[in-house]
């Protein structure tokens, strides 16, 4: 240890080396992990190669069968009705159909964004314990004023398509928050061990699965209602 | 494998030439194999072990692999499809034209980037949820998660891009309605839309924006961001196991996040 300098000016010709402090009397501890190991080659790389080869022959199958769209060449002076962002951006056109291009366009996706990024450093999303589960009242009284709010200013700007999807998730919500933990029900003590960010991830998926839907096939001309099957 | 051809393999395998380039050597052994993960530049940000009931297809669904799969083929279809491709006014139509009609298999080529494309936007969103679901986010993994939405935000740019350039209509007001969207950025909104594309509205410039963008420079940082993901995975401790997860190798005791993390320490 006497040639060990901490800092900028350690000895680089010294290894570094392991030390363990131990600061109080205490027995060794040691914690083994007994999981059963494999190797990486072959055993991981194979079935990674395997399921990719699965994975190019539906590609290839699909190729096969579908042409890549290609419409006329491009003409600034002809506007398309509706002219269609590619689909995964559709969730988000859909929005800017009820809210001003800052909000929709901007907005939005910087806050989902944020959002994504954050989740692992919040301990609320952490904790594993159904949202009713520890301290009751206030959580209860949080969703009610959360979801409520949500719902009416969803309803007061006409966003019925966003809105739908929320009663949905509050609905069940509801059910999580008047089940018993001993439950008979299989589902219903599934859904009451659901902590929070499982709700509000599970939202956000169903929000962005039924915006995308409907952006693509439920949206016409002037971003009407459209129904698909009836063209 | 037949006989001849084993052995020959055998040969070459045993050869200088094959050692000089894979020091593992040949053999299948435990040591071998933990050679041929550690001493290829590729595969050394691998572990050289794995738990086994990781591999199992409920752990993962393989969405990872999948996307990683996908971009594979979107590389080597993308540099196939650039062999054909100008970007310029009005011949990058002009190609698309000519991939359907003149070059052999070039609908096909197409065709396979294309769908392919779609694919890994929904592989990517997939892969997150999946990860979500099983609380694989959870510290030590803090950061790979933040790794992972920026491989979605280049996935998203990557298409993105390459919308524009088969210049048709579609690509075209595509591109417009979205460029727009820019320009609602409070104060420099306009100057965000202008270097962008370049100019006030989608033309040649646009083009060649996004083509540089699309053939290059994200590609270039997808291949930095999965090298991190995939080193972060390693560092991490390996894929994460959940509690509920039942443990289909021989007596399992506690393992939690912690454990993996010293896990990590101890075997870097
Ligand atoms: C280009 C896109 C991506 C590629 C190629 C990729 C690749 C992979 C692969 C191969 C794995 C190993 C496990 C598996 O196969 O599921 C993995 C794990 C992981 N990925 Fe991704 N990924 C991508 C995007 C993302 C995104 C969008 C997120 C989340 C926002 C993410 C977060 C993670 C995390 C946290 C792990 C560790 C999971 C665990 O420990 O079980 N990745 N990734």
Known sequence: MSDYVAGMSSDAKNSPKRVVFVTRRTSAHVRSVDEEQVQTYPEALFRAALAVQVLVIALVLLSLLFNAPLEGIANPTVTPNPAKAPWYFLGLQEMLHYFPPIVAGVLIPTLLVVALVVIPYFNINIRPDGVFLKSRRRNLTVFYIVAASLSLFLWFFDVYVALAPTLMVAGFMLIAAFSAPQSPDRFRRYLVSRPVSWWIMTWFLLELAVLTVVGTFFRGPGWSWVLPWRS | ?268
């Open chain 2, 1 to 268: 494998m037949q006989p001849r051809t084993e052995a020959t393999l055998g040969r070459l395998m045993a050869s200088r030439l094959w050692k000089s380039i894979f020091r593992s050597g040949r053999g299948t052994s435990t040591l071998h194999r933990s050679m041929a993960i550690q001493q290829s530049v590729f595969l050394h940000i691998l572990p050289a072990k794995v738990r086994r009931r990781m591999l199992n297809f409920d752990a993962t669904w393989y969405l990872g692999t999948l996307t990683l799969g996908t971009f594979l083929v979107l590389v080597i279809t993308g540099i196939l499809l650039m062999f054909y491709y100008h970007p310029s006014v009005p011949q990058a139509y002009a190609d698309m034209k000519d991939l359907r009609y003149v070059v052999s298999s070039g609908l096909f080529l197409r065709n396979l980037h294309r769908w392919s494309a779609h694919a890994m936007v929904l592989l990517a969103f997939a892969h997150m949820f999946r990860v979500f679901y099983r609380g694989a986010y959870r510290p030590p993994r803090e950061f790979n998660w933040v790794v992972g939405v920026i491989l979605l935000l280049i996935t998203l740019l990557l298409s993105y891009t390459g919308y524009l350039l088969p210049w048709d209509q579609l690509a075209f007001w595509a591109i417009t309605v979205g460029s727009n969207i820019s320009s609602a950025v409070p104060i420099v909104g306009q100057k965000i839309h202008f270097l962008m594309l370049g100019g006030n509205q989608v033309n040649a410039n646009a083009l060649l924006r996004f083509y540089v963008l699309h053939c290059v420079i994200l590609p270039l940082a997808a291949v930095l961001f999965i090298a991190v993901h995939f080193w972060r995975i390693r560092k991490d401790g390996g894929l994460y196991v959940q509690q509920s997860e039942p443990a289909k190798g021989a007596g399992e005791a506690r393992v939690s996040t912690e454990d993996s993390a010293q896990e990590a320490v101890a075997k870097p």
